[in-house]
């Protein structure tokens, strides 16, 4: 028999509490892609719960696209554990593969940073400046919702005159940047949690305002030192997730 419940579940039903711990496993690569799970009978003696409970369990997990149930068959892994290669831009890398997401543009002006806040004011940086803004949200087509909405604020720079109009190569802006001969040489990011998500983004992305996400904000700067790039990202926890190799 084996403890579900530990310091981060304590609250939880025992439904819940199961389909952490065999996620955990599944994120981990424990059990991969295509690979099936223990019977709901092993299941039961090893967090010792009832049918009912694994099963509700694995409902969350098939929610959460982590795995697919076959009526008399048993529940497959579905999740694949990919690690995102963005050296070309997250549009191009989250464009590809069976998991394939749409990129919509939603902005893309010379304007004002009004998103910025604390994060580059604690940095001295300028948050009422003149910025060139790109607004982007990434899309599940099997749902219609938006599992990443990423707003980009880059000081405005004389390179940057034809990219409002022109758009940003291959959608890319990474590849855009690089055509304009600006490299960022330096940067740190910081990851936090949204408990609920603001009314607008809600709205953007289509789910409810009390949806949990994960926060990123990146900032990057050129080899003089100088500000390149401030982002911030909305992600969908179920997509996405920190990995540190020390």
């Given at each position: ?90 549009s191009v890398a989250l464009s590809h593969g069976p998991d ?84 960022a040489t330096t940067g740190e990011e910081v990851a936090g ?40 990202s909305v992600l969908d926890p179920d997509r996405f997730g ?5």
């Amino acid at each position: 028999m084996e403890e579900v419940g530990d310091p981060e579940t304590v609250g939880l039903a025992k439904s819940e509490r199961v389909a952490q711990a065999l996620a955990r496993e599944i994120r981990a690569g424990r059990v991969t892609r295509g690979d099936q799970l223990d019977s709901e009978g092993a299941l039961m003696r090893r967090f010792d719960v009832s049918r009912n409970t694994v099963r509700r369990g694995l409902q969350i997990l098939a929610g959460q696209g982590l795995i697919t149930t076959r009526t008399g068959i048993g529940s497959f892994v579905t999740y694949r554990g990919d690690t995102i290669d963005d050296r070309k831009g997250w549009s191009v890398a989250l464009s590809h593969g069976p998991d394939r997401l749409e990129t919509r543009l939603l902005r893309l002006n010379r304007g004002g940073c009004a998103r910025a806040d604390t994060f580059l004011a604690a940095r001295g940086l300028d948050t009422a400046g003149d910025y060139l803004c790109i607004d982007r949200l990434r899309v599940s087509p099997d749902t219609g919702q938006g599992v990443s909405l990423e707003r980009s604020r880059l000081p405005w720079r004389a390179v940057f005159a034809d990219v409002p109009s022109d758009g940003l190569a291959d959608g890319s802006l990474s590849r855009t940047l690089a055509a304009l001969g600006l490299v960022a040489t330096t940067g740190e990011e910081v990851a936090g949690v949204l408990p609920a998500l603001p009314a607008a983004d809600a709205g953007v992305m289509k789910r409810p305002a009390e949806t949990p996400m994960l926060r990123l904000q990146r900032l990057t700067r050129a080899a003089d030192g100088t500000l390149l790039e401030h982002v911030e990202s909305v992600l969908d926890p179920d997509r996405f997730g920190l990995r540190m190799v020390f």
